[in-house]
């Protein structure tokens, strides 16, 4: 069977040390026809050239800078790396996860015996140290089973890092919403489902480790900032892709999910104004009473002032109740990785 090219594209940005291991995963791949496109979103110089000098190792890598007339961010980062990609197949991966051995050797097995246009491999997560088993692992056999887990109170079925695509489905077809600065996964994920009606698979193997936030591995200063910037455009980026059925029928959904991520996000420094364009986006896209708007607005004020304050906590479970947004089970599962 022959060796296809497989386009590996990793965004990065100020992490050298956590992409370098990155990098080291990839290079030990014992499927050795790849390309790994790194492209850079604007890194400190010393961070850029540590990366640089590491591609010197091995002509495979090349790394890019983000074009300057490109918005900041990782979406634009993935989009110019698809434009610059050569192979068969493509491969979107974080710049501090790491891959197994066998990953890519896996995942072009399971195209390559196929018709498929992709495969969806499974991860574990780690902390940098110790491994943990992902135990949520959520399997689907049709489209339809896949947008409704997408669109549901569960975890995201499947982020970017563990799917291999080929190149033909998505290259020139689609491409990643350069506003959104979060929920970026879900909402290629979501329009890759809705738009190109794939055929896909998911496989239970475990091949790749994905890191959570921790001390050597922070969030960004402006990450809660940018949840908020990006919850307007995900409600209507995803909407637009949606028949008026669907959107009826997901509506609820939206009204959930909005809800448990003002609840989980809401910092003292998130303006209102931030909050409204969200509000206004679920108020403009889906049916949404009166009463639920008037839960939302108090939520935030809960959140953003009183938090620390006698009562808070009592307020927030009588909104929670009032509203009927379960928060608790699949946001707080998946917090880490929008």
């Known amino acids: 069977m022959n060796k296809p090219l497989v386009s590996i594209i990793v965004p990065t940005y100020n992490k050298a040390l956590l992409a370098i291991e990155t990098l080291e995963s990839i290079a030990a791949q014992t499927y050795k026809q790849w390309e790994c496109i790194i492209v850079d979103d604007g890194s400190k110089i010393e961070e850029y050239n540590t990366i640089l000098n590491f591609t010197k190792t ?5 790394l890019h800078k983000r074009p300057s007339n490109k918005p900041k961010g990782a979406n634009a ?6 434009v610059l990609s050569k192979g068969k197949y493509i491969q ?3 710049s501090d996860d790491i891959m197994l051995p066998h990953c890519i050797a896996g995942r072009v097995e399971g195209l390559q015996a196929s018709t498929l246009d992709f495969v969806v491999f499974s991860m574990d997560i780690f902390d940098g140290n110790q491994v943990y088993v992902n135990s949520d692992q959520i ?3 049709t489209l339809q089973e896949a947008l409704d887990e997408f669109l549901s109170e569960r975890r995201l079925p499947w982020n970017l890092q563990r799917v291999l695509f080929k190149s033909k489905l998505i290259k020139g077809r689609i491409s990643f919403n350069e506003e959104l600065l979060r929920f970026q996964d879900g909402d290629f994920n979501i329009r890759v489902l809705t738009t190109l009606q794939p055929k896909f698979k998911l496989i ?3 091949d790749s480790r994905y890191r ?7 969030r960004s200063q402006s990450f809660y900032l940018n949840v908020f910037k990006s919850m307007p455009i995900y409600i209507q980026s995803v909407s637009s892709t949606l028949t008026k059925d669907q959107k009826q029928h997901y ?4 009204q959930n999910w909005l809800y448990a991520v003002v609840g989980l996000y809401t910092r003292p420094e998130i303006e209102y104004s931030k909050f409204l364009k969200a509000y206004k986006a679920l108020k403009n896209n889906y049916n949404i009473s009166i009463f639920k708007r008037l839960i939302l607005k108090a939520l935030f004020f809960n959140k953003k002032y ?11 479970k009588w909104l929670n109740k009032w509203y009927g947004a379960k928060t608790k089970s699949s946001y707080q599962l998946n917090k880490n990785r929008i």
């Not at 091995?58 to 090349?62: E, I, K, N, V, Y």
């Not at 959570?212 to 591995?217: A, W």
């Open 58 to 62: 091995d002509q495979r890598f090349t």
């Open 77 to 82: 980062c993935r989009n110019y790396g698809m």
């Open 92 to 94: 979107f991966f974080d």
């Open 139 to 141: 399997i689907v056999s």
């Open 204 to 206: 239970i193997e475990v």
């Open 212 to 218: 959570m936030p921790s001390k050597n591995n922070p």
């Open 251 to 254: 509506q609820w959904y939206f």
């Open 306 to 316: 009183l938090k620390g304050f006698k009562g808070h906590v009592l307020l927030s």
